[in-house]
């Protein structure tokens, strides 16, 4: 079955430390991988993708994300974290193929806290 | 460019009450989706629409009922409301350009069903 898993249901950096958030996808077919970030009462907001091509993906925000097909893996990273990234990150995957357009599969979500 | 707007930002129903949710894009995309949000569950998608005049249902599609009867709107309907609707909604749409599709997300509608 098509799945994406978060380990991490919550996690804590100081201001000013590395981040990287764990993101990992069953997925049957050649993936589509995104990254939204969604702030306490707001809608979610895409940060980067991967279709094809580089597997070092960079966002907006200072974000990058490393497509590593062998482990099924699509980890966010940030070198400097700041009091503003607090916020819950969603991974999800999708593809392209057949009638299936456009039906995101979404991780349960990783909610980012900052520690002054 | 005000990109998807959800209409209300929040209410609160009674057990039995129907409502609609209205979604609004002014970017010309032709697929349009709606998903709901609960704590720990991520987003799980109800209905979608890869075109005016067409939808089809997704993961959680039952107590739903949709309709994109114009390009740029979609409507989420609840007829009877359950308590078990609770939940924030959230409208996307996006367009795919060489194979690739991108989805953009309205800012939620939240609902309460008392």
Request: with cysteine; charged share 15%.
């Amino acid at each position: 079955a098509q799945s994406v898993t978060q380990p991490d249901i919550h996690i804590t950096v100081s201001e000013g430390a590395s981040l990287e958030l764990r993101c990992n996808y069953s997925y049957g077919a050649t993936p589509y991988l995104f990254w939204y970030v969604q702030s306490p009462g707001q809608g979610l907001q895409l940060l980067l993708k991967y279709f094809s091509g580089d597997t070092l993906v960079q966002g907006i925000k200072g974000f990058e994300a490393e497509f590593k097909r062998s482990q099924s893996s699509f980890n966010l990273r940030k070198p400097s974290v700041h009091w503003s990234d607090a916020a819950e990150y969603f991974c999800a995957v999708g593809s392209n193929y057949g009638g299936s357009q456009g039906n995101l599969i979404f991780g349960k979500g990783t909610k980012l806290s900052v520690k002054p | 460019n005000a990109g998807v707007t959800q209409t209300p930002k929040f209410r609160v129903l009674k057990t039995g009450q129907s409502m609609t949710l209205l979604c609004a894009q002014d970017m010309n995309h032709e697929y349009m989706y709606w998903y709901r949000q609960d704590p720990g569950m991520g987003l799980r998608l109800i209905h979608y629409s890869v075109g005016e005049g067409t939808t089809a249902k997704g993961e959680v599609p039952d107590g739903y009922n949709v309709s994109r009867l114009k390009k740029q709107n979609f409507l989420l309907g609840l007829e009877s409301a359950a308590p078990s609707q609770t939940s924030v909604y959230f409208c996307a749409s996006s367009y795919v350009t060489s194979g690739q599709e991108t989805q953009y997300f309205g800012p939620g509608t939240r609902l309460l069903v008392l």
